[in-house]
């Protein structure tokens, strides 16, 4: 057992002052009136002032610590993405895999289910972002690996999984018969590197698609007299859409609209963070290009964003800045939002009994000192972590 003490504590709902959080078996066993805490037995964290919060969940993350899920699919590359991105509080990702052949496709698949049987940590399921993209709106993805949804393909999305399995599609490149099967079968779906119109969109969610990859980026924009997918996001009344709050793929005023264009729970924040998070790389090779850092941005020699040099911390509090909002709403869009998303609701995102102990300690400042997942406490001072 451990008892986390002397701190604020944040359960995702409401803040707590003068209590502590007793961990066991990795789940959170109680939360402690501090007079009740002392007579415990157990060893002891001492937030020191600090505060106490959900760890973040990611449904977006390329890479990190040096290494690209394209370019390893395997566990260990997985244990590495882990840890770099655990550093800024994400203790539940996605790993993601961009357009890529089937062979690849399997592979990635296979790492990320074994990885949950194994209990690698952070591991929560897999984002496949394509290959059933619209290639006018490719972005950094390589058409090649574009297709369309065939039975063997189908199979490989829809298979038996331990974990959640989210895939982006440009909806006018899916039927709506299709996505009715992908959602009837568990998969998560969401519109993304689209051209659809803002009818194609409504259609496809009439079908079962929830959600929408990178608002904003490579999708229809909204215009007066035709809305686009950007359009179906921001009108509807039911769905998410996750958003990069780096200040480069989305700027300030457009995320202040989209947040408050919707009920609180409808936007997400995700990282679609590339290796350079968490290491000292400037340059990295994607498919045939080489990607660099610049002024924050990563960009292909033509100038097209791919992917972000941004960590989930700063995403929260870019967020809170650029729209205008409390910074723990903020933080509810990288915790208690996403786990609904994903169905983990009732495991994740709250600090409650029962709950796997998936946490953040921050200190007075707002930043990182140590996380904690399934109860397993990590450290998170590294020369990266600034």
């Known amino acids: 057992m451990q008892l986390i003490e002397n701190g604020r504590i944040f359960t995702g709902e409401q803040h707590l002052e003068g209590y502590s959080l007793l961990l066991e078996n990795g789940r959170i066993a109680a939360l402690l009136p501090r007079a009740q805490a002392q007579a415990i037995t157990a060893s002891r964290y001492d937030l020191q002032g600090g505060t106490l919060l959900p760890g973040f969940i990611d449904l977006q993350v390329n890479g990190g610590g040096g290494v690209l899920f394209n370019d390893s699919p395997d566990i260990g590359t997985l244990r590495i993405m882990g840890e770099a991105h655990r550093q800024f509080g994400t203790t539940g990702f996605l790993p993601t895999l961009i357009s890529a052949d089937l062979d690849t496709m399997r592979r990635a698949i296979a790492a990320v289910d074994e990885a949950i049987a194994q209990e690698v940590p952070g591991v929560l399921g897999i984002h496949l972002e394509g290959p059933l993209l619209n290639p006018d709106r490719r972005g950094i993805h390589d058409a090649r690996w574009f297709r369309q949804l065939d039975e063997e393909l189908f199979s490989l999305l829809t298979r038996q999984s331990p974990g959640c399995t989210l895939v982006t599609i440009a909806p006018e490149c899916c039927r709506p018969e299709q996505i009715r099967r992908l959602a009837e079968h568990g998969v998560i779906v969401a519109a993304g590197h689209t051209g659809a119109s803002y009818e194609q969109v409504c259609d496809a969610m009439d079908a079962g698609l929830t959600g929408f990859t990178h608002l904003f980026n490579a999708m229809s924009p909204l215009q007066s007299r035709a809305p686009g997918a950007v359009g179906a996001a921001l009108a509807a009344d039911r769905g998410w859409f996750g958003i990069i709050a780096d200040g ?64 989930m911390l700063a995403a929260v509090n870019n967020a809170a800045a650029f729209a205008g909002i409390d910074w723990f709403e903020a933080a509810r869009m990288a915790s208690l939002y996403p786990a609904r998303v994903l169905g983990l609701e009732d495991q994740l995102g709250r600090l409650a009994p029962g709950y796997r102990a998936n946490l953040l300690a921050l200190d007075s400042q707002g930043s990182p000192r140590a996380s904690w997942v399934a109860g397993l406490q990590g450290d998170c001072v590294t020369e990266f972590a600034q």
Do not use: K, W
């Open 248 to 311: 480069y793929h989305v700027h300030p005023a457009a995320l202040r609209v989209a947040v408050r264009a919707r009920e609180a729970g409808a936007a997400l924040l995700v990282t679609d963070a590339m290796p350079t998070v968490g290491s000292d790389l400037t340059q990295f090779e994607l498919g045939s290009e080489s990607i660099s850092l610049c002024d924050g941005r990563l960009l292909n020699p033509g100038g097209t964003l791919a992917g972000s040099h941004l960590d």
